[in-house]
């Protein structure tokens, strides 16, 4: 069974930081493509940003410069720095995951549970 976590939302004001976390866990064979997303109320799930295992990145574009993606491969975990943060940022923010299971060895994306973050202006 594989897990991810998510932590680090919170409350901050405009133009204030947060860093996330995500924490995979489980019956991990390889942990490839990791990446965040984040659904605001009354709109559809978007991209913020996603990382190979080789640590290519890639970011939507209102979100580069701002938020930056990383991993520590060692450590199976994801964060994101989200900075010069925004009203419109608000939202819950997911973790994901391709995932090969080193019981199956297939490999299957993986959802965080969501963490909240609140912008205020």
């Known amino acids: 069974q594989v897990q991810l976590v998510e932590s680090g939302g919170g409350l901050v004001q405009a133009g204030g930081s947060l860093r996330l976390s995500c924490a995979a866990s489980?019956?991990?064979?390889?942990?490839?493509?990791m990446g965040w997303y984040r659904q605001a109320p009354g709109k559809q799930r978007e991209l913020v940003a996603d990382?190979?295992?080789?640590?290519?990145?890639k970011y939507t574009e209102s979100m580069k410069g701002r938020f930056t993606i990383s991993r520590d491969n060692a450590k199976e975990m994801v964060y994101l720095q989200m900075n010069s943060l925004k009203p419109e940022d608000t939202a819950v923010y997911y973790c994901?995951?391709?995932?090969?299971?080193?019981?199956?060895?297939?490999?299957?994306?993986?959802w965080g549970q969501g963490t909240q973050v609140t912008v205020s202006s």
């Open positions: 489980g019956s991990i064979f390889s942990l490839n493509t």
């Open positions: 990382i190979t295992k080789d640590g290519i990145t």
């Open positions: 994901n995951a391709f995932i090969t299971d080193s019981r199956t060895y297939s490999s299957v994306l993986h």
